[in-house]
């Protein structure tokens, strides 16, 4: 029986070792955190994700879990909107649309496709050997046929395997993320855009709303209170952000300062490692697809690597590298958009984003047709 060692246990090392347990490789999941109870936010699973999910059975589950993203849209801190679509036109053109639930629940399911004994927490790895397929952990060595690297956005292993790479680097923005209590009975999904800043709401289920909001702002910042921090930025926008910012428990607020891979990688993999999700294409939040493209590469992997072991990592790299590189780029773009200050800029902007708006609601979506259509491979 092949074997795999998967490092992180995130999303994405969570959907990977799913898949190729699912295709009969034995496989050990090393994790250097306690648990993997993740911080609480929300996530948007986008089509392109659930159809990946729908491979190792999880999608339908995930489906059940969900809010659907019903009305949703862009506007103005006054309220306007300037650009609309809806749940129905996603599921018409794409078979699904994209689905909130918190990430807990996401990582509680995948986790749940896994053989116990699978899992191994609380253990570090100190190094990794690309060519002999070793893994040194603090409990010692593993030799497996295949590693699996989704350690995250400052992954040491992409570091092992190119150690040239300047790796992520500062997108220009912090951001924050929260679970309010939801305050009236419909809350539309979408993101506002103001100078510089945004704030973005994500109906759950069971009455809850995730938020979130960006700033364009130095790098290393923080505020003594973040939750009265957002109510400086936030509090006089359009309802019902100041009343979910009001319900928030101010502990529970998180701040992390933007980070994004602007230098592709030569490839993504090495001898016999492959590096997935953040390890190998960390990208900014704004279009929704960090652990999306996460779950995409884990069973693209599995799928290489399940019919010609670790010759498939050529291919693997050859399905992935583009993709994923033009979507990051895509998202920092937006990013770069939200981050218009002046207020010449801002309305031009805002502008291109009502005429496209009037050119027909299916406009927003066209713009998408690249990134949600894709297919997992048969």
């Keep these: 029986m092949a074997q795999a060692v998967v490092i992180g246990a995130g999303i994405g090392g969570l959907t990977a070792a799913a898949a190729l347990e699912r295709d009969g490789w034995s496989v050990a999941v090393v994790e250097q955190a306690p648990s993997i109870e993740p911080v609480g936010s929300g996530l948007a699973v986008a089509p392109n994700a659930l159809r990946a999910l729908d491979t190792i059975g999880v999608g339908d589950d995930v489906r059940k879990l969900s809010a659907i993203q019903g009305e949703a849209g862009i506007r103005r801190p006054d309220g306007r909107w300037l650009s609309r679509t809806s749940a129905e036109e996603a599921q018409a053109r794409y078979g699904d649309p994209t689905v909130l639930l918190l990430r807990s629940e996401l990582v ?41 690297s989704a350690d995250g956005i400052r992954s040491s292993t992409r570091t092992t395997l190119f150690p040239g790479h300047p790796g992520p680097v500062y997108a220009g923005a912090t951001s924050w993320r929260l679970i309010a209590p939801a305050v009236e009975d419909s809350v539309p999904a979408g993101e506002t855009w103001g100078r510089g800043l945004v704030f973005g709401v994500m109906p759950l289920a069971h009455d809850q709303v995730y938020c ?106 050859s399905d992935r590298l583009e993709r994923t590189t033009r979507i990051a780029r895509r998202s920092r773009s937006i990013g770069r958009l939200t981050g218009w200050r002046t207020p010449p800029a801002v309305s031009a902007r805002d502008a291109m984003l009502l005429l496209a708006g009037r050119l027909g609601r299916d406009m927003a979506l066209r713009q998408f047709d690249d990134v949600f259509d894709w297919r997992p491979p048969a």
């Design 108 to 148: 509680g399911l995948l986790s749940a496709r896994l053989s116990p004994g699978v899992l191994r927490l609380d253990t570090r790895v100190e190094s990794v050997d690309p060519e002999g397929g070793l893994v040194s952990t603090g409990d010692g060595d593993i030799a497996t046929d295949l590693i699996v």
């Design 212 to 317: 979130y909001a960006t700033s364009t702002t130095p790098a290393g910042g923080n505020a003594a209170d973040e939750k009265a921090e957002l109510t400086r930025l936030f509090g006089g926008w359009h309802p019902p952000i100041p009343a979910l910012l009001a319900g928030a428990d101010p502990d529970t607020v998180l701040r992390h300062d933007l980070y994004s891979m602007d230098t592709p990688l030569p490839a993504f993999h090495r001898g016999r490692v492959a590096l997935i999700g953040d390890a190998a294409h960390a990208m900014t939040p704004h279009l929704g697809q960090g652990a999306c493209q996460a779950i995409e590469d884990a069973v693209v992997l599995a799928h290489h690597a399940s019919r010609t072991g670790v010759a498939g990592l050529a291919a693997y790299t």
